[in-house]
């Protein structure tokens, strides 16, 4: 069973238009969650994390994520797109507290933003 | 800014030759974790280190995969013989002591690997 699913495998937006990216998790304990960027021959980058204190979490670059646990969403938003957001956006959960910081990605979602 | 440096960056090679790569975490960072990403999904966890302790390597496949890092600094990832599907990106990365809590992994940028 998939531990976490992005529900898009690509997104394509007009610049200055809202980006939503969704993202879904299953995790019998209450889920560490975050959101990676990865910009074409670089490293991962994280965006932000989600650790059990506020449910909507600000990132770097405008993003922001809201953990839902009624609907097991952590959905990544921007209010708008820029050209230089264009990459691909991973959500990762760690599934339990004995993982030892144990990553498990989902699918990744490649963002595409028009001029 | 201090980096995860990797090399090298590209290797082609060809199937059952042996290739390895390097890693050399940021300085002080007691975890180092090796992924394989392959084209069109998520990085996949290989192997993880706690200085020179392996903590998990449940998704190595250890009969052609080997990992090592002796002197708990920088690490090298083995394979051989390579095989076509190995094709990927290895990704490195580090972070802090992780014990039940999460620390942030910081990633370097990679070694494509591409098996003729």
């Known amino acids: 069973a998939q531990s976490v699913t992005q529900l898009d495998s690509h997104v394509s937006v007009s610049e200055g238009t809202p980006v939503l990216l969704r993202c879904n998790y299953s995790?019998?304990?209450?889920?560490?969650l975050f959101w990676y960027v990865q910009h074409p021959n670089k490293g991962l980058q994280l965006l932000l994390k989600?650790?059990?204190?506020?449910?909507l979490v600000k990132g770097i670059n405008g993003f922001e994520a809201e953990f839902k646990k009624s609907e097991t969403s952590f959905h990544l938003t921007k209010p708008s797109a820029h050209m230089s957001d264009a990459a691909e956006y991973f959500c990762?959960?760690?599934?339990?507290?004995?993982?030892?910081?144990?990553?498990?990605f989902g699918q990744g979602t490649i963002l595409t933003v028009h001029p | 800014e201090a980096e995860v440096a990797q090399s090298p960056r590209y290797k082609i090679t060809e199937k059952s030759q042996a290739v390895a790569f390097w890693c050399d975490p940021i300085?002080?960072?007691?975890?180092l974790y090796w992924y394989r990403q392959i084209l069109g999904q998520g990085p996949e966890l290989l192997v993880q280190?706690?200085?020179?302790?392996?903590?998990?390597d449940s998704q190595l496949p250890k009969d052609r995969f080997s990992a090592e890092r002796l002197k708990g600094v920088d690490s090298t990832l083995k394979i051989q013989p390579a095989e076509l599907g190995d094709s990927a990106m290895y990704l490195c990365?580090?972070?802090?002591?992780?014990?039940?809590?999460?620390?942030?992994?910081?990633f370097g940028p990679g070694t494509r690997l591409t098996v003729l």
């Open positions: 995790s019998s304990y209450s889920p560490s």
């Open positions: 990762v959960v760690i599934l339990g507290r004995t993982s030892y910081g144990k990553l498990t």
């Open positions: 280190f706690q200085d020179e302790s392996v903590v998990d």
């Open positions: 989600y650790t059990s204190a506020a449910t």
């Open positions: 300085s002080g960072h007691a975890t």
């Open positions: 990365a580090s972070g802090g002591r992780a014990k039940s809590s999460y620390n942030e992994q910081f």
